[in-house]
Every structure is written in C-alpha cells, then in structure tokens.
C-alpha cells in the first residue's frame, strides 16, 4: 500500500485505483484507461467519523460521486497519473473480499 500524503476529514475516504497499463501486449493509452476504469481500488486513507471501511480494504466505489485528485491538488507530483479518488463513506458500494 502506497504513503498518501492527504488526510481526508470527517467520512471521508481516499481510495487510490489500480490501473492496467497493458492489456496482453496492447498499450491503452492514458485518456482510455481514465474513462473507460474500472471504479474500484484500495483504500489508502479514512477520515476519522468514516464507518464501515478499514484501511487497505479493495472496494468498488460510486464514479461520479467524488473527486479525482490530481497535480491540481497540493502541486502533488503524487497523483499525476489521476489514481487517487476522495469521496464520503457512503459512496463505498462494496468491499470486495478476498482480493
């Protein structure tokens, strides 16, 4: 699990995405993998009231029920690959076990 250097307030939840690069020996570019990703990831931060995920937890999140965070945020060399995603608790849909 990666260091997140945001620490999200109240319900909320950081989750950064995995993203597939390759799909066998195919190149995605960068602006298919974004729009086309699948909206799941692992939790890397939680706000102190957030109820019902734990850190490290691999959940399935609503798409458009947060915020990408990008270099935009913090001048954060971090995020330039668009992976890190900050929504509230209740936009969790599921945690998807055994993964």
């Known amino acids: 699990m990666s260091e997140c ?10 989750v950064k995405r995995e993203v597939e690069a390759k799909k066998g020996s195919i190149m995605i570019p960068e602006h298919i993998r974004k729009k086309h990703a699948r909206s799941e990831g ?3 931060a939680i706000g102190p009231t957030a109820e019902g995920v734990s850190l490290g ?5 609503g798409k458009h029920s947060g915020t990408w965070l ?24 599921a945690i998807i076990k055994g993964a």
């Not at 250097?5 to 950081?14: A, E, Q």
């Not at 937890?57 to 999140?61: A, E, L, N, R, Y």
């Not at 954060?76 to 209740?90: H, I, K, R």
Request: hydrophobic share 45%.
């Open 70 to 93: 990008d270099a935009t945020y913090a001048g954060s060399a971090e995020n330039d690959d668009g992976t890190m995603f900050l929504c509230q608790d209740e936009d969790i849909l």
């Open 42 to 44: 692992i939790v890397v």
């Open 5 to 14: 250097k945001y620490s999200p307030l109240f319900g909320r939840v950081i």
């Open 57 to 61: 937890d691999h959940v399935i999140f």
